[in-house]
T-cell receptor, first 113, second 110 residues
Framework: DTAVSQTPKYLVTQMGNDKSIKCEQNLGHDTMYWYKQDSKKFLKIMFSYNNKELIINETVPNRFSPKSPDKAHLNLHINSLELGDSAVYFC????????????FGPGTRLTVL | QKEVEQDPGPLSVPEGAIVSLNCTYSNSAFQYFMWYRQYSRKGPELLMYTYSSGNKEDGRFTAQVDKSSKYISLFIRDSQPSDSATYLCAMRRNTDKLIFGTGTRLQVFP
């Protein structure tokens, strides 16, 4: 029974396209996150939602728009994809904001051609 | 300069060796220190966390924090091939976001 799931696992697309990644957690956590991990394994937070409310919004191009329809779901929509967007995107959740133990999903490997 | 620095490795050791992984940081306001382990093509998972300075032990793993030197370490005793992974340190202030190091890739060969 997967705690944090993401779809799709792999995404290959052309520059300029729009794509979405979905995330769901069944842990009953209040807080969810989106992270980007580049080719050097550097993991950086992009957004965080607590009870459907945006609480962290890092310096991310506004082509990236998160949406949290409810506490258990956090989606990421990316407009006008660029080559530099190629990375692995991880969704995570924690019991509360700023939690030390964050549970990560399996990641979505995005390749922009 | 990144807030958290970590040697990317790879670090290659024989089975049974003691492994030392380290991170340095620049922000003295960090209070919570974590180590995450990430297997290839998987998401990171929390190994250990400590609050402020001191040591914490969990089985073969020991985490140490030296706030005066802004230096944290993770020791793995009796390393096993199954410990082969990337180890990411992470830290934060209060309820702030986690700041991750770049990770150290560890390979334990039989």
């Amino acid at each position: 029974d997967t705690a944090v799931s993401q779809t799709p696992k792999y995404l290959v697309t052309q520059m300029g396209n729009d794509k979405s990644i979905k995330c769901e957690q069944n842990l009953g956590h209040d807080t969810m996150y989106w992270y980007k991990q580049d080719s050097k394994k550097f993991l950086k937070i992009m957004f965080s939602y607590n009870n459907k409310e945006l609480i962290i919004n890092e310096t991310v191009p506004n082509r990236f728009s998160p949406k949290s329809p409810d506490k258990a779901h956090l989606n990421l929509h990316i407009n006008s994809l660029e080559l530099g967007d190629s990375a692995v995107y991880f969704c995570a959740s924690s019991q509360a904001a700023g939690g030390n133990e964050q549970f990560f999903g399996p990641g979505t490997r995005l390749t922009v051609l | 300069q990144k807030e958290v620095e970590q040697d990317p490795g790879p670090l290659s050791v024989p089975e049974g060796a003691i492994v030392s992984l380290n991170c340095t940081y620049s922000n003295s306001a960090f209070q919570y220190f974590m180590w995450y382990r990430q297997y290839s093509r998987k998401g990171p998972e929390l190994l250990m966390y400590t609050y402020s300075s001191g040591n914490k032990e969990d089985g073969r793993f020991t985490a140490q924090v030296d706030k005066s030197s802004k230096y944290i370490s993770l020791f793995i005793r009796d390393s096993q091939p199954s410990d082969s992974a990337t180890y990411l340190c992470a830290m934060r202030r209060n309820t702030d976001k986690l700041i991750f190091g770049t990770g150290t890739r560890l390979q334990v060969f039989p």
